[in-house]
């Protein structure tokens, strides 16, 4: 079965210093990989996607991700975290072609302190 | 504007109730889901809806029941079955590969 799994459950940074969060799945087939973010108090919305080509994929507000294929890894990036990247992450791969179900890693509750 | 609505934000349930959650999208997708998402466990899927009249299970659909009577709407009845029922419950939609958009979410707690 897939699964999806982020090591960080929570990380406390100060502004301006870089993020790493990490994520890997276990799927054998070709995947579409997917990074959401929830704000505190809104909706769960879409940072970034991975479905072909480029395996360094650029997504909203500086954010950036690597598809290592053989390491079954998609960690998100971002250089230098401001305080308002203040959220939970979370990780999703889904099966390319058949239905398109979602499967999530339990998440990443990110502090950034001023 | 095109999204997706919930409604009621917060609902309350005593034991032996079953409750109705609301979802609608104005984004013309096919597809359709139902998550329910706990701290620290990330998004379960309940149920999905890949067309109207269609609908299959998720990893987590005992307790629970929709429908797909219309391509714009996709209720989740949350039955006295369903043995924990107190959660976040989210709806989300997408064209048949593509990004999931979600709704804002409602919060149930079962009294």
């Known amino acids: 079965a897939q699964s999806v799994s982020q090591h960080n459950h929570h990380v406390i940074l100060s502004e301006a210093a870089s993020l790493e969060l990490g994520c890997n799945y276990s799927y054998g087939g070709t995947v579409n990989l997917f990074w959401y973010v929830q704000y505190p108090g809104q909706h769960l919305q879409l940072l970034l996607k991975y479905f072909s080509g480029d395996p360094l994929v650029k997504g909203i507000k500086g954010f950036e991700a690597e598809f290592i294929k053989s390491k079954f890894s998609f960690n998100l990036r971002k250089p230098s975290v401001q305080w308002s990247d203040t959220a939970e992450y979370f990780c999703a791969v889904s099966s390319s072609g058949g239905y398109n179900k979602l499967i999530f890693g339990a998440g990443t509750r990110l502090a950034v302190h001023p | 504007d095109g999204g997706i609505t919930q409604s009621p934000k917060y609902l309350f349930r005593k034991e032996g109730q079953n409750v109705t959650l609301s979802c609608e999208q104005n984004?013309?997708?096919?597809?359709m889901y139902w998550y329910r998402q706990d701290p620290g466990q990330g998004l379960r899927l309940i149920y999905y809806s890949q067309i109207v009249n269609d609908f299959q299970k998720g990893d987590i659909a005992e307790g629970y029941s929709v429908s797909r009577e219309k391509k714009e709407s996709f209720p989740l009845t949350v039955t006295s079955a369903q043995k924990n029922p107190t959660a976040f419950y989210l709806c989300?939609?997408?064209?048949?590969?593509?990004?999931?958009?979600f709704g804002p979410g409602t919060r149930l707690t079962v009294l």
């Open positions: 989300a939609s997408s064209i048949s590969q593509g990004e999931q958009f």
């Open positions: 984004l013309n997708h096919d597809a």
